[in-house]
């Protein structure tokens, strides 16, 4: 019996993330970046730079967007679709 890993990629962690989702009324940017950085703690990309992933994977599949991580910038939240 041979044990195969299968490394998951940021990018497929991101578009699996979204594509569970999809019949969400809309995906939560904050949630999706902490559910990523649980699923893969060593994960060295910033938060916009999740965001901007997390935000291209939901145009991709069509899934609204709530850019509601809190940043230095903005604490308001924002909805898209």
Request: glycine share 2%.
């Amino acid at each position: 019996m041979t044990n195969a890993f299968h490394a998951i990629t940021l990018e497929k962690a991101a578009e699996a993330y979204v594509r569970s989702r999809g019949k969400a009324r809309f995906l939560s940017i904050a949630q999706a970046i902490r559910a990523i950085r649980t699923l893969m703690p060593a994960c060295k990309a910033s938060d916009q730079e999740l965001e901007e992933m997390l935000a291209a994977e939901c145009i991709v599949h069509g899934v609204p967007v709530a850019f509601d991580a809190t940043t230095a910038d903005s604490a308001e939240t924002r909805l898209y679709s």
